[in-house]
């Protein structure tokens, strides 16, 4: 730190200052960057499986939309979390099973006694970005499920004139659906789709139960009780006011968003007369 | 009898029925006290004094915009931090730090929130009309509440509060990620978990805990659907919407 800067902040200050900007500090700042991106690739995959989900609920075929039923159902009855941890060890398993087919003997098979993998050829080691990419992939499944029955809330919600009056101008049915129904259908959608991406975002506070290295595991890390042999206690335990910083965090997160959604309504409302709220 | 016992599905059933008494008791010890905050919050969020209203409304937004997981560990962590100070001087460290009691705790701060604003949203869109009504007849202010807002708000309220226990019921399955697990005391995540650790086999031991938050949850619909029907007994002229299970509130 330069001089100037120390006598301007004062010893207390300037020891303050290099503190929260130590190695350990900027490692956690860095860690914010899994949560933003477990929120926004996790938003899209939301986004990816609401239509899908949508699609079969509105699909013409009875066995479709039941599908569709039973997913935005069982996966909204079920607590996020137990998805979130289960999904990720069950694509795990599976794709070890089929290494497992592959790349074992079948003596390795016959003398495996329920331990998994069956063999140590057919072992997949998850990193921190796999693990990132699989949290992703599940929060986007859970969130779809909202999403979907969201967006078939809106699909429904289309005035029949506007659709009516498109039919009227002889527009072919796909037409329909991707020039009007799905257009028309966002701003319907919007309220509903900015309440799921505030589960959403708070979902994302749940990386580190996948062992990634988040904000939460490193708020942890730096707050627990310091101690080093040279200098005695450095600090006590400091966890809860690093966990006050996450807790101001997500408000801000959330507050910020709460604005974006605020302007984005206002900016696709443009030219509505009412948009039921 | 004893085929039917050795079925993995019906051992892990049998296994898993303990463990879900701690996720029914978080729930069960938080919906009551978290309901009358929640209650007592809207009656705060909706009150003339500005002082008292933003306050009320500062609170719900800060619960609503933080994630629980985040709540439990902050809340854990400010326990620890007056243990020393607080707690073991007046001899109530047993109790404090007990999962069994700081978990409920946090879930009733959590819900109160959540349940404050459905309330709240409840108390704004009682008809005037009525109100109007009820002053014509002189009643005071607490007939008022009493005969016109207190049921007008719960009835419009409650297919979303339904909304609002399951997710609550749902959120136990947070609470022994965060605060220690004390022997025996495993919830259904902690139990599938280690069921999970023993022999690796995900499928089965999640999808029976999962069976049991989706029995559960429909329990707690079904239930919550009778006291619907009965709140709305007098209009007898329309079927009374039964609660869905897709309910379109979202939390």
């Known amino acids: 730190m330069p001089d100037w800067l120390t006598q301007l902040l004062g010893d207390d200050l300037s020891f303050g200052l290099s503190y929260i900007t130590n190695g350990k500090h900027l490692a956690w700042y860095a860690s914010f960057r899994f949560t933003i991106i477990a929120a926004l690739a996790g938003a899209l995959f939301a986004l990816f499986f609401g239509l899908g989900g949508a699609a079969l609920r509105q699909s013409r075929f009875a066995v479709l939309r039941s599908i569709g039923a039973l997913y935005c159902n069982i996966v909204r009855g079920v607590p996020d979390v137990l998805f979130f941890l289960f999904f990720p060890l069950a694509f795990e398993q599976s794709v070890e099973w089929l290494m497992s087919t592959q790349a074992c003997s079948a003596a390795d098979l016959a003398a495996n006694t329920g331990t998994w993998p069956p063999c140590t050829e057919a072992n997949w080691f998850l990193g921190t970005s796999e693990y990132l990419a699989l949290a992703c992939v599940s929060l986007g499944i859970v969130y779809g499920a909202f999403t979907a029955n969201v967006i078939h809330g809106a699909m429904q919600a289309v005035p029949k004139g506007q659709l009516e009056a498109a039919r009227a101008f002889g527009m072919h049915p796909i037409q329909l659906l991707w020039r009007v129904h799905i257009r028309q259908m966002w701003i ?20 580190s139960l996948l062992q990634i290295a ?11 009780p310091n101690y080093l042999k040279q200098v005695g206690l450095v600090h006590p335990d400091w966890r809860w006011r690093y966990y006050l910083v996450l807790f101001l965090f997500y408000i801000l997160v959330t507050y910020l968003s709460e604005r974006g959604f605020a302007v984005l309504r206002r900016k696709l409302g443009h030219g509505m007369i009412r948009v039921e709220g | 009898m004893d085929w039917l016992v050795s079925l993995p599905i019906v051992s892990d059933i049998v296994t898993l029925a303990r463990p879900s008494l701690f996720n029914i008791y978080f729930a069960a010890a938080s919906i009551p006290i978290g ?3 929640a209650i007592g919050l809207a009656l705060a969020r909706a009150s003339n004094n500005p002082i008292i209203s933003r306050l009320s409304g500062a609170y719900i937004y800060a619960f609503r915009g933080s994630p629980l997981f985040i ?3 902050m809340f854990y962590s400010i326990m620890l931090s007056l243990n020393l100070s607080v707690w073991k001087p007046a001899g109530w460290d047993w109790l404090v730090l007990h999962p069994l009691f700081l978990g409920p705790l946090v879930l009733v701060l959590n819900t109160s929130a959540y349940g404050a604003e459905i309330f709240y949203g409840a108390l704004r869109n009682v008809p005037h009309q009525e109100i109007e009504a009820a ?10 509440f009493r005969a016109v807002v207190w049921p007008n708000m719960i009835r419009l309220a409650w297919p979303a509060y339904t909304n609002e226990v399951v997710f609550l019921f749902h959120a136990t399955a947070l609470i022994y990620f965060t605060l220690p697990v004390i022997n025996e005391q495993k919830d259904l995540m902690n139990k599938a978990g280690e069921l999970f650790e023993r022999d690796y086999n995900a499928f089965l031991h999640f999808s029976v805990a999962a069976l049991y938050y989706l029995a559960i949850s429909l329990v707690i619909f079904f239930c919550f659907g009778l006291i619907y029907k009965r709140l709305m007994r007098h209009m007898s002229d329309k079927t009374p919407r039964s609660i869905r299970f897709a309910p379109k509130y979202l939390r």
């Open chain 2, 135 to 144: 002053r014509a007849f002189g009643m005071g202010r607490f007939q008022q």
């Open chain 1, 188 to 207: 319907y959608a919007l309220p509903g789709l900015s309440n799921v991406w505030m589960l959403l975002l708070k979902a994302t506070s749940l990386l």
């Open chain 2, 71 to 73: 709540q439990l560990f």
């Open chain 2, 35 to 37: 309901f009358v905050f």
């Open chain 1, 214 to 224: 988040d904000i939460v595991l490193w708020a942890d890390r730096l707050g627990a």
